[in-house]
């Protein structure tokens, strides 16, 4: 694995095997990163809570010991001292009735860096595809904007709202029905609420590892972020597996310039800080 030649030296959205769709070890997430000539990462392992159960298991995939988490990741973060800055964060699953519950959770542990993510539309993933079946792409996009308005109207306690438009990757057409015109009533609305709440978004680089052939959300959204006077916007390939940590982040410096950004945030103790790109 070759280092990245990139301005944006902290990739802030990785999984592990804390998460139900990694298995990944922790080290080898961290080896990776500094392989790739990253300098700071945030391990933000999945909370979905009320997430359909597994047909198998009957379980919560989405689910992990907190307390366990906290003492792993800290002992890893001393290892890791002098050769990579190790931050412990966390991705909520957000759902309209899960407010009072993830802030429970946010209060109790001192998390780093929390994102806020879309994962169920009205309690469908639409990673399974189901969601789609006798729709259009279109309806389902628009209806993933409507309920991260819903979530966005009951749940703050994260700090950036994570992949905007994740919902194209899993599109049986996937961009083909979708652009930042065809639903910026919408798009607009969701930005104008997150920089009403101090928020910021995230600047996903999965979209290129799920052949989208753009980042999440698309560049045409975070310009308008920028616009219409967003300021935080951090940095993450959304890896599961070593090879994926920070993916694409050769594009990612000019990606941020091009939509008028000079800058890309890291967070600590739940603070912004700011970087130059």
Same mark, same amino acid.
């Given at each position: 694995m070759k280092p990245a030649e990139t301005d944006v030296k902290a990739d802030f959205h990785m999984h592990t095997e804390f998460s139900g769709d990694s298995d990944a070890p922790v080290r080898t997430? +961290? @080896?990776?990163? +500094?392989?790739?000539?990253?300098?700071?990462?945030?391990?933000?392992? /999945?909370? @979905?809570? %009320?997430y359909p159960e597994d047909s198998v298991t009957g379980a919560n995939p989405f689910l992990? @010991? !907190?307390d366990q988490?906290?003492?792993?990741? $800290? &002992?890893?973060?001393?290892?890791y001292a002098d050769r990579l800055d190790v931050r412990i964060g966390v991705e909520l699953g957000l759902q309209p009735h899960l407010g009072e519950r993830y802030g429970r959770i946010t209060e109790k542990y001192p998390f780093d860096f929390?994102? =806020?993510? !879309? /994962? !169920?539309?009205? =309690?469908?993933?639409?990673?399974d595809g189901v969601i789609f079946e006798g729709r259009s792409d279109a309806d389902v996009y628009r209806e993933a904007f409507q309920a991260t308005l819903e979530n966005l109207d009951h749940v703050s306690d994260f700090d950036v709202l994570g992949h905007l438009d994740y919902v194209v990757r899993y599109g049986r057409?996937?961009? $083909? &029905?979708?652009?930042?015109?065809?639903?910026? %009533?919408?798009? %607009? &609305?969701i930005l104008k609420k997150v920089i009403h709440m101090g928020k910021g978004i995230e600047m996903n680089m999965g979209g290129f590892k799920y052949g989208l052939g753009f980042c999440n959300p698309h560049p045409d959204v975070i310009r308008r972020y920028r616009? !219409?006077? =967003?300021?935080?916007?951090t940095v993450g390939a959304d890896a599961h597996r070593p090879e994926h940590v920070a993916f694409d982040f050769e594009k990612a410096g000019d990606i941020l310039r091009?939509?008028?950004f000079r800058y890309y945030a890291e967070y600590r103790n739940r603070k912004p800080i700011f970087r130059q790109v």
């Open positions: 997430m +961290l @080896d990776a990163a +500094l392989e790739r000539g990253m300098e700071a990462v945030c391990i933000t392992d /999945h909370i @979905d809570e %009320d992990f @010991d !907190l988490y906290f003492q792993v990741l $800290r &002992e890893i973060k001393k290892e929390v994102i =806020g993510s !879309l /994962h !169920l539309i009205h =309690g469908q993933d639409p990673y057409r996937q961009a $083909r &029905e979708y652009s930042y015109q065809a639903f910026s %009533d919408e798009i %607009d &609305e616009e !219409l006077g =967003g300021e935080i916007i091009a939509c008028g």
